[in-house]
């Protein structure tokens, strides 16, 4: 009888709640307040209290609804509780849940109705018993996330602190019955006889009052000591984050009394920080806690930052200006002491939740998101972190509280509760790391490595304690060693373990060398071994195997003599000395027990604030930088830091670039060793961009020089202006300011008018536009000038031709020249008088007019003018003299020149019948003496894996959906979990009924274009991928449909173009089924072909610009243009280290016509085909040099020594440059030799074909050419034997790579040709059709013209590679031959037809006959039965299991039912699809329209 009450009670809190699979419970309404105490979780929604386990199970659940009857005192109230199905008038909402173990008792208190308080003292281990209850309030009234209680213990009493949210109008949650205040201490039990829950001291009933707007964010007790911290709003809108000390005294009063304060700052902006989640860190002393702090006002940057919070009793108690036990009037005016933190750990947006834990030395924080995720941080004792992870995502959006909670049963789960949910998630996840160097290097401190067990699992799950886990403080390795040698020359290894461990692995520590040691040395003690040397010499290699317990170590050494680690100071040489396990001190490398090196340190970096593109020679300073080989910067979130070089090193100064960044904020400087270790504490501050918004003045004249004012915002970060007229010119600023830059207009060159040039900022390595343009005029024009005396000063006057200039007085500076004795003259007026502009100056203390002249200075130019004079009419008599003179010579001249053209003309006649008998004559010669030379050394063929081939044939021309589709390495033979949604969608396309009726209702759209079906059928190739047997049969019935189609129209017409989903369905298919037979049999001599076709056209002239070449396939890219040229062979000598040490020459070949890029790709080509890898500098950080009289001169594409013809630059040459054959050529990196001028592709110019020619030359007068000789009449026609040349000489691969394609290994075809073509067989039986050409072209359209010319022309998609588009013309021919193979019409070609066409005529008709063979073989073979083929398929679907993410393509699909869903509900009911299918096609609409996407980046 007592059971069954129990169990209905339980029963009638069932509806809407549930316990979850995965460690979550689901309630049935909001969560108000939860509590955890030991085994016990407590959770009061709004009209329940539930008591669960600690693993989340239900124990039992308490209705909040009831009678309530209130007295004559509304203090007087009685509230009985009802179940869920009886009548009720009241609910109780708890606002306070505070469990008290020592009692055993819950109180659960808040309000009934949101009007009467009320308080219940429950049972602790059974929530349905009640022990008390009283109208009184302990807590706020309303649910408040800005009110705190909690337990404390003063003396030996026992108290409730309550802390209540306090408003600037002076309101409280306090009720009005109520004197509660800010902060009061109630009793927890009736020791005194005062009754539970009451106020009162032995005299009265002490508080803690407020001003202003308050809010309460956490409380606890360490110690005797009570923290409380809270937001303080202020009047003008700012917020103050508040820490209050109470000292637990003997008494209530005295407690409160004690109070003292702190504001806790985490920037200079104190102001607009917020407090919004609290942690204590277990352990101490210090008391260290860590908050997380919102720093705008949309609360969504975030930071956590720790703080050292230990009870600071210098100040005097109770005079803090925001809270008083007894509060002066007026309020005291002291400033509360400031605390700023000591360490920012992590800077993400929407932290709204931490916790914090100890784990040996280790702090680990659990930092909940506004966006439902769970993020675990490692810190050590230096507050070093290691990488964020998350534990946990939800799948919507909801925030996770801001209090998180540790399971104190195994402390290996925190509880996280959300709006309606609450979540166990595990700690940490280590068994996911099956070895030691896995589970060490996850770097996790709740991970240790078990010996016996040999898995790495939790501290306590390991018996015996013989475990290894991470040490205290943060390490790169987990063994390292050094070698030292002492005075006697004796040589000593000594290795370091960088472990924590348990105390049998500790009994068990040995080490073993694979070397001979002395006997006399050292017996191993943890966590060092030692192994003295007993022939004193060093070996070249050595191992140690460390024992520790059952867990053995094996370490290998690379051992290097120290004295024999010599040569001039580099990074590569510093590098090499401390791998070796030797010491580097003062640009030495020396034994590691010799030499002193100091620890470098940063005192300071200027400038310390950028913005955030970064920042070009920033200098570093301090002491013992000498070693510095690089500075480290990082921000909270980076895990892995940008390092940037350093160059001008001189021990106390330093220069190194500050890189760009996407965020702005503060960052964590050091300078880093060769030996990996950073030192120094610096910080750099990134702020946001400039802008300039206006320029003052708004034009300056050609020679630039004139002084201009950008205005605009954040200007003292600009390292440089620029001009587009002159983009390589960057102008220094003279000085700046955040809203000022003023600097000297750059030169216009080679300038004929007016032009307009746009202005940008130099920022670090990026260029950032203005929204403003400089005008650019001729000089001004300085005329005359006259003089005049006025007292003991003269008075110039200079006449200027007015203009757009808008010059001032400021900008002339003017000297009188009189007997070559230079006179000041000081500026004073301009005045402007029609076209003219007068300005006036004065030259001091000087009584005699006369000046020769006037030198007048502007900007960067200087000009003299010249007195009046009178000889102006000699001046005329002697221009016009010689015009007669001048006259009588043109007629002589011209009679001249007559006889010379008639001459020259003939000559000119006779060089063009020479050089076109030249190039016949050279053609003949190349076709005769052709060899195919060609393939030397390829290397390995790169294939690519099948899921990168499969998705470039699948998405060609959707590269996001390509990447989409494509797992990455991490997700690699991983079985991702479908959401629901998606596993509702995947089996619903399992139904073949609603998927060809999906696929033909999508077809009938108008708007369902060609590409649209291209991506259906890409998608539901991904999504059905891993049941390919399901996905042929659909494929079948869609080929049927449209087989039905084209059988009363033109059946020869069938599969010829891609216009349906099921043609590129087809094409899909092939490629899955064929991907085996294409790597196994038809790849290398794919390849083979291609690289061939690439080493042939690389042999003659190619254009830089056009990409023309003189040896082609196409017509189309043939340089018929090509200039005379000759073969160089150059030795090429490789920079080692950064001292200029070379390596052994290597001997490439080039053409004396070759551009400095084509030199450089022909080196790296040749560097990869000697040694089989690729050289480690890539072409646009390489400069090359070309030694010259002894020295090295650089060879670049554009200099000032370029010819220029017209407005269009011609790219140098090798020819340009003189280069003789056997020359030597030196490789250099620009990282570390800088370049004198700014490197990089002149091809990034998007105006690049407009600005530069190679070896076709522009369109231009003759008299504008340096060299018109150079250009020499050139036929087409003539040079239509190289396309003849080029096809000789590539004949055997295009032949080899057919056969392949079309000959029968084994006589067998591939599974897939052979049952396809068998299946177009018998649907021609079936549909009576008798011709064979039907057949011929419908087995021609589905696999050579469907897969094969796909491959052919697409060479990429099989081999990591770059298709050019001259070689994309040029594979375009070889396809061509290839589909003309197939044809069965014969075409007659004369002297008209396309080249591409001629070029293979002869070999058709063989290659035709092979291709009619390959079909009668194919069909006189023997059927494969059904079993054989469809075991091919199950094969073919696990061999590529779950290389496709699934789900990326179902949520892709699900788009277009999405936008289509009428027309598929409406085709389903056309086709009398079940109701089942329907029901699941609205289930699987109703499941996606509530999904919400979640993602932490």
Excluded at 511 to 519: D, E, H, I, L, P
Excluded at 1175 to 1195: A, T, W
Excluded at 1249 to 1268: A, C, T
Aim: proline share 5%; charged share 20%; with cysteine.
């Amino acid at each position: 009888m007592i059971l069954l009450p129990g169990l209905l009670f339980i029963l009638w809190g069932e509806p809407g709640r549930c316990r979850g699979e995965d460690g979550a419970f689901i309630f049935d309404g909001d969560i108000r307040h939860f509590a955890v105490n030991n085994n016990t979780v407590y959770i009061a929604t709004m009209e329940k209290l539930y008591q669960l386990n600690h693993d989340l199970s239900l124990v039992q659940i308490l209705s909040q609804r009831g009678i309530l009857k209130v007295g004559n005192n509304p203090l007087d109230v009685h509230f009985d509780r009802v179940s869920e199905t009886a009548r009720s008038n009241a609910t109780f909402k708890v606002n306070t849940l505070l469990p008290f173990a020592e009692n055993n008792n819950l109180f659960s208190c808040g309000v009934i109705n949101n009007e009467f308080v009320y308080c219940e003292v429950l049972d602790l281990m059974n929530i349905s018993k009640l022990l008390y209850k009283e109208s009184v309030q302990v807590g706020p009234l309303r649910r408040s996330d800005a009110s705190v209680a909690v337990l404390v213990k003063v003396a030996s009493d026992t108290y409730v602190v309550t802390a209540i949210q306090q408003h600037e109008d002076g309101s409280t949650e306090s009720s009005s019955f109520s004197d509660a205040k800010t902060v009061n201490l109630h009793d927890a039990d009736n020791k005194y006889k005062r009754g539970i829950f009451s106020r009162s001291d032995a005299h009265d009933s002490p508080s803690i009052k407020s001003k202003g707007d308050v809010e309460f964010v956490d409380g606890f007790q360490i110690n005797s000591v009570i923290y409380l911290l809270s937001n303080v709003h202020s009047s003008a809108g700012g917020n103050k984050v508040r820490l209050i000390w109470l000292d637990g005294k003997i008494s209530k009063t005295q407690t409160l009394r004690s109070l003292r304060g702190a504001t806790l700052r985490i920037s200079e902006a104190g102001e607009g920080n917020r407090l919004l989640a609290s942690s204590v860190i277990p352990g101490g002393p210090p008391v260290l806690w860590s908050g997380v702090f919102s720093v705008d006002a949309g609360q969504t940057n975030t930071e956590l930052a720790v703080f050292d919070i230990s009870l600071d009793l210098t100040g005097e108690a109770d005079t803090d200006p925001d809270f008083c036990s007894v509060c002066p009037d007026p309020p005291s005016p002291k400033t509360p002491k400031t605390l700023r933190p000591k360490a920012v750990l992590l800077r993400q947006n929407n932290m709204s939740s931490v916790l914090a834990v100890r784990q040996r030395a280790w702090m680990v924080f659990f930092i909940g998101t506004g966006d439902g995720q769970l993020i675990k941080l490692a810190v050590d004792k230096d507050y070093h972190t290691t990488c964020p992870v998350v534990l946990y995502r939800a799948s919507d959006d909801h925030k996770v509280f801001p209090k998180i909670s540790l399971d104190q049963v195994d402390r290996k789960h925190v509880y996280v509760p959300f709006q309606n949910e609450m979540k166990r998630v595990p700690v940490s996840t280590c068994s996911i790391y099956t070895n030691v160097q896995d589970c060490w290097s996850a770097q996790d401190p709740f991970c240790v490595w078990c010996g016996s067990e040999t898995r790495c699992t939790f501290e306590d799950d390991c018996k015996d304690s013989d475990w290894l886990s991470i040490p205290d403080d943060h390490q790169q390795k987990m063994v390292s060693y050094k070698v030292e040698k002492d005075t006697r020359g004796q040589i000593t290894l000594k290795i370091q373990t960088h472990l924590t461990w348990g105390q049998r692995a500790l009994s068990n520590f040995a080490c073993q060398f694979g070397v001979r040691c002395s006997t006399t040395g050292p017996r191993p003690q943890f966590p060092q071994c030692t192994c003295i040397l007993s022939n004193s010499t060093l070996p070249a290699e050595a191992s140690v195997k460390i024992r520790l317990g059952p867990t053995h170590l094996l370490e290998r050494l690379t051992l290097t003599n120290c004295s024999d680690i010599r040569g001039p100071p580099s990074s590569a040489l510093c590098q090499q000395c401390i791998r070796a396990g030797c010491g580097w001190s003062t640009n030495v490398c020396s034994w590691a027990n010799q030499g002193v090196r100091n620890r470098p340190e940063i005192s300071s970096i200027t400038p310390s604030v950028v913005s955030f593109y970064g920042r070009n020679h920033a200098l570093l300073s301090g002491r013992n930088l000498s070693d510095v080989t690089r500075v480290r910067i990082q921000a909270h979130m980076d895990c892995t830091p940008q390092e940037s070089p350093v160059w001008n090193n001189t021990g106390v100064n330093l220069t190194f670039h500050v890189p760009s960044t996407v965020s702005k904020g503060v960052v964590k400087v050091c300078a880093l060793l060769p030996d990996g270790n950073c030192h120094g504490n610096a910080k750099i501050t990134y702020r946001s961009s400039p802008s300039c918004t206006n320029i003052v003045p708004s034009s300056t004249w050609f020679s630039g020089g004139r002084k201009l004012t950008l205005t605009g915002s954040h200007l003292e970060f600009v390292e440089g202006v620029t001009h587009s007229h002159a983009p390589q010119k960057v102008v220094r600023p003279r000085n700046s300011s955040s809203e000022n830059l003023t600097y000297d207009s750059p030169v216009a060159e080679n300038t004929q008018g007016t032009f307009t040039s746009s202005v940008s900022m130099k920022l670090g390595n990026d260029t950032l536009p203005c929204s403003t343009n400089i005008t650019y005029y001729p000089e001004p024009e300085f005329t005359i000038f006259t003089s005049t005396r006025t007292g003991d000063d003269v008075r110039i006057t200079i006449e200027k031709k007015a203009d757009k200039l808008e010059m001032t007085t400021a900008e002339l500076s003017v000297w009188g020249i009189r007997n070559e004795k230079q006179y000041p003259c000081i500026m004073e007026t301009k005045e402007t008088n029609n076209q003219t502009e007068f300005f006036t100056c004065e030259i001091k203390s000087t009584s005699d007019t006369k000046f020769e002249q006037l030198m007048i200075k502007y900007g960067d130019e200087t000009v003299t003018l010249h007195a009046k004079s009178s000889m102006l009419f000699l001046l005329m008599l002697f221009v016009l003299l010689p015009i007669a003179c001048i006259i009588v010579a043109v007629v002589i001249v011209y009679r001249s020149k007559q006889k010379k053209f008639t001459a020259k003309m003939n000559k000119l006649i006779g060089d063009l019948e020479l050089n076109i008998r030249n190039d016949i004559r050279q053609g003949f010669v190349d076709l005769q003496t052709e060899k195919s030379d060609l393939m030397e050394n390829v290397g390995a063929i790169p294939f690519l894996d099948y899921k990168h081939f499969a998705s470039r044939i699948f998405f060609p021309e959707n590269e996001s959906l390509m990447t989409l589709c494509i797992k990455d390495i991490g997700q690699d033979a991983v079985k991702i979990q479908l959401d629901e949604c998606c596993h509702s969608l995947s089996r619903l396309i399992q139904d073949p009924l609603f998927l060809t009726s999906m696929v033909h209702a999508l077809e009938g759209q108008k708007s369902f274009t060609i590409k649209d079906k291209c991506t259906l059928a890409s998608l539901l190739t991904v999504s059905l991928h891993g049941n390919l047997l399901y996905l042929t049969e659909i494929m079948e019935v869609l080929l049927k449909a449209l087989m039905q189609q084209h059988s009363n129209a033109q059946p020869k017409l069938l599969l010829r173009r891609t216009e349906s989903t099921v043609e590129k369905l087809l094409t899909n298919w092939m490629s899955i089924c064929l991907y085996g037979f294409l790597r196994e049999s038809v790849g290398q001599h794919l390849f083979l072909m291609v690289s061939a076709l690439t080493q042939q056209i690389a042999k003659g002239p190619v254009d830089c610009v056009t990409e023309k070449a003189l040896y082609t396939l196409s017509e189309d890219w043939l340089l018929w243009q090509a200039p005379d040229f000759s073969s160089l062979k150059l030795k090429v000598l490789f920079t080692v280290g950064s001292d200029g040490e070379v390596s052994e020459p290597l001997e490439v070949n080039t053409l004396s016509c070759d551009t400095v890029e084509q030199v450089k790709e022909k080196i790296l080509s040749t560097f990869k085909a000697k040694f089989g890898f690729p050289y480690n500098v890539p072409l646009r950080d390489m400069c090359i040099k070309y030694e010259s009289g002894g020295s090295f001169v650089p060879l670049e594409d554009v200099d000032a020594s370029s010819e220029v013809i017209g407005e269009v630059m011609m790219l140098n040459t090798l020819k340009h440059y003189k280069v003789p054959d056997g020359a030597t050529i030196k490789v250099l990196s620009t990282k570390t030799h800088p370049p004198l001028s700014p490197q990089g592709s002149l091809k990034d110019d998007e105006n690049f074909s407009g600005k530069y020619f190679h070896l076709i030359d522009p369109d231009v007068d003759e008299n504008q050419r340096q060299n018109p000789e150079r250009k020499k009449l050139k036929l087409k026609e003539v040079h239509l034997i190289k396309l003849l040349s080029t096809k000789v000489a590539v004949h055997s691969f295009v032949e080899n790579l057919f056969s392949s394609i079309w000959g029968i290994p084994h006589s067998k075809a591939p599974h897939a040709v052979k049952y396809f073509f068998d299946f177009l067989d018998t649907q021609a039986d079936n549909m009576k059709i008798t011709d064979p050409d039907v057949l011929h072209i419908w087995k021609t359209n589905s696999l050579p013209l469907r897969f094969w010319v796909n491959i052919l022309k697409n060479p990429q998609f099989v081999f990591d590679m770059e298709k050019t588009p001259h070689l994309d013309g040029c594979l375009s021919v070889i396809a061509q031959a290839f589909m003309d193979s197939f044809s069965l019409s014969e075409t007659q070609l004369g002297k008209y037809a396309p080249t591409n066409k001629l070029l293979y005529a002869k070999e058709i008709p063989k290659f035709k006959q092979e291709v009619k063979a390959y079909y009668k073989q194919i069909r006189d073979q023997s059927p494969m039965t059904d079993s054989e083929f469809k075991d091919f398929l199950r094969e073919e679907s696990k061999k590529h299991e779950n290389e496709f993410n699934e789900a990326a393509a179902l949520r892709e699909l699900y788009r277009f039912i999405q936008r289509y869903f009428t027309e598929i509900k409406e085709k389903l009911d056309q086709d009398g699809a079940p109701t089942e299918v329907t029901e699941q096609l609205h289930h699987v609409k109703h499941l996606f329209d509530g999904l919400k996407s979640c993602s932490w980046n």
